[in-house]
């Protein structure tokens, strides 16, 4: 795959397009069978709650994922990828309900980079708070 997107049609300040990740219990336990995480933190409330967490959290590198989705759907290709990190500032606490949680990313190119590169730093929130500080992505268009 390659990315759909080209370097010369890009302005700083592009926005991607927003999304909304729902985030449920058997979501975590699907991505803790995934991922081989299987800290009771994300799963056993009455544990999470003992440790001193408001109830079940989602996995940091789950919220992580979801977050980059809004700019491998965007590039359509995620090996153009060639960086991300991110600050986990807030858990995303996942009550158990029908609805759970969300995860609520939006976009912005914020450099143009040498090689055909951009920088696009990510905002995600949940509950109204934001989960992830200083998501940044370096991504090589076409």
């Not at 009455?46 to 940091?60: Q, S, Y």
């Not at 995620?78 to 158990?96: D, K, L, S």
Request: charged content about 20%.
């Amino acid at each position: 795959m390659t990315a759909k997107i080209s370097y010369a049609d890009v302005e700083i300040g592009t926005e991607l397009p927003a999304q909304v990740f729902p985030v449920t219990r058997a979501t975590l336990v699907r991505y803790a069978g995934a991922s081989g995480d299987f800290n009771p933190i994300h799963w056993n409330e009455k544990f999470a709650v003992e440790v001193g967490l408001p109830d079940v959290i989602a996995h940091g590198m789950f919220t992580m994922a979801e977050a980059v989705r809004v700019v491998t759907d965007w590039v359509g290709d995620p090996g153009a990828v060639v960086e991300y990190g991110v600050r986990f500032t807030r858990p995303v606490v996942v009550p158990n309900d029908d609805h759970g949680a969300t995860i609520e990313v939006s976009a912005k190119v914020a450099a143009k980079l040498d090689d055909n590169t951009v920088r696009v730093d990510l905002t995600a929130m949940s509950a109204g708070q934001k989960v992830l500080g200083i998501s940044r992505a370096v991504v090589r268009l076409a």
